[in-house]
């Protein structure tokens, strides 16, 4: 087995080849291409992704409606976070106009998509009130999801807990994440701005924390949570 490199922090983030998974609905044993010599190797990573349901946000001078997910991966020997998959959207299932034709890409694709590279449904969130309950219906009642995902709510007492985990991250470098996410998140720099970016990777690092990894000697309470 071949792991991380010795800077994983400067490798492509890569889908994998291949996804076997493991006992714990959380676990899947995942292939990548290791460069460009044709060769491969695998690492077994805990998955858990963060949604934050759409909500007006600043862009420039106007106010559009965004929401936001992410998909996490943590190596299981290293302890290295990686965000491997990450969207907007705005709608559950994708919205097309009177012709058929698809306007706005729906979260269920990109959830699908998921099960298929990583056999992961789990997804943390935090409040958001009736928003929540109203596109947790949506996809509760979709068609187009399966399988239906778990939607796992974060705790956090006051908005500089979860910032705080991610400094962390970024001091330890246990974090890394698609240029693309680096550059939504920080245009959420300033915390009395909504954030749909940030907001869904501070709900995967939290779960993180409230549901950590366990070696196998550890897991005797794994079974039940499903």
Not at 159 to 166: A, I, Y
Not at 192 to 217: N, Q, S, T
Request: charged letters at 25%; glycine letters at 6%; one cysteine or more.
């Amino acid at each position: 087995m071949t792991t991380e490199p010795d800077n994983p922090l400067l490798v492509p983030i890569r889908r994998p080849l291949k996804v076997a998974g493991l006992p714990n609905p959380c676990m899947a044993r995942l292939w990548f291409l290791d460069g460009d010599d044709g060769q491969t190797i695998w690492a077994d990573y805990y998955l858990m992704g963060g949604i934050s349901w759409p909500f007006a946000e600043v862009q420039g001078k106007r106010f559009t409606i965004n929401g936001y997910a992410v998909l996490c991966g943590q190596n299981s020997e290293t302890g290295l976070i990686t965000v491997f998959e990450n969207t907007t959207f705005r709608s559950v299932d994708p919205i097309m106009d009177r012709t058929g034709r698809i306007t706005e890409a729906g979260l269920s694709q990109w959830l699908n998509r998921n099960w298929t590279l990583y056999q992961s449904k789990t997804y943390w969130y935090y409040e958001q009130g009736t928003i929540h309950l109203r596109y947790a219906k949506a996809l509760r009642n979709s068609r187009m999801v399966d399988p239906n995902p778990f939607l796992r709510e974060c705790q956090w007492y006051d908005d500089g807990s979860p910032e705080h985990l991610l400094w962390i991250r970024a001091q330890e470098q246990s974090l890394r994440m698609p240029a693309q996410l680096q550059k939504d998140i920080e245009q959420g720099d300033d915390a009395k701005v909504p954030c749909a970016a940030r907001h869904a990777l501070l709900c995967a690092l939290v779960g993180y924390e409230m549901r950590p990894y366990k070696e196998p000697f550890e897991r005797q309470d794994w079974k039940q949570w499903r």
